[in-house]
């Protein structure tokens, strides 16, 4: 029987669910397959160290090149994370004739194109699947499933951690810090959570999207990102008075030619089917002009659904490797994929002050006559249309109330424009804030 064998180098969390799937599943895997996979080896920091689970001794290396200079290894698992040394990693092991797997966004996003190229060269392929949205296959949905489309818009939840803040936020009336401290608690939320709640685990996995939607080189500096350490539980009460969620949304959207990749908190209409997606769990709406909507949704994150993506690249690279495709006429998936042979158009960046949006814009105010007005007037100026107002009283006793404003859709640095010269009336009493509207 043939044998095809996996090096794995990171015996992590993902790591440990991996070889887990191995044991648990194996036999599973290789009656559909037809051929016998193997873990052959497994690199790791520290040999001595207790595991979660059985390992044969000659399973364990402490050395990575045992793997990568093994020529009977076909599929190296790269989930050591971060930059380097696990890019030198990926590069070794394409150059040695190897496919990769790897989970790795940082890497992904930052250097797609080059890995792509040194794969294409080498004739071999990366699966990238759980480097955005766990085990949700969106890679292979963007790449295969909607083949047939031009992407016209991808709106997405791609981080747990966010989006379970928000969520408590939402349901308890937390404030930020106190959700961020439940999360952290429940171990959705790392101890160091900035990459998170800033929004740049969000626009590398939205680097990644945009990249196989739009066939462009999109990196993560091209993503506008705010996070979502400013939401209030008075923005979540508005939001909720109104009939909107408040998401920390990634959107990634073609407009004649340009491509706009944002990620920020938004109003997202309750009735949009991403409203839905609650607590740790990641989803991608994604439109395609042939498709029209789909959804995609599952867990973003975590030792189990993270190693189920990393091995359905592994099989579904073996099956190919098994298929003999490391032939040289046997061109990798790379040149073969209508998507990846894309890659390289020239980008086309839309700035995010170019993007139109309808907008959520409230003003904290001392009520007093003529304060509408005024505002409204100044909006009116940069001819900026409002579809509703609303002036409430929220303290009686401080005369302080909130005047509420929704817009027709407007150029966001038309927006900015405005919001920065209503800053300097002397009625408002706190620091005007906005949300864009997604229905
Ligand atoms: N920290 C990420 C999240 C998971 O909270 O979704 C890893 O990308």
Redesign the pocket.
Known sequence: MTVINVGLIGLGTVGTGLVRIFHENGSLVENKLGFSLRLKKIAVKDISKAREIPLGKSVLTDKAREILDDPDIDIVVELVGGENPAKEFIISALNKGKSVVTAN?LILAKHGKELFEIADKNAVDIGFEASVA?TIPIVRALEEGLAANKIEKIVAI?????NYILTRMTQTFKTFDEALKEAQELG???ADPS??IKGN?SAY?LAILSMLAFGMKILPEDVFTEGITGVTPEHIERANSFGYVIKLIAVAESFNGKVSCRVHPVFLEAKHPLSAVQN?F?AIYVVGNAAGETMYYGR??GQMPTASAVMSDVIELAERHFRDCKKKDCPSRVMETKTRSLFWREKSILPADEVFNKYYLCFPIVDQPGVIGKITTILGVHGISISAVKATIVDKSKNRGLVEIFTHSVREGTVKKALAEITGLSMLTESIFFYRIIE
Request: hydrophobic share 30%; aromatic share 6%; charged share 35%.
């Open positions: 966004k766990g791609v981080n747990g951690t966010t959705f939320a790392e990459m998170d685990d996995k740790e990641n973003g994150a």
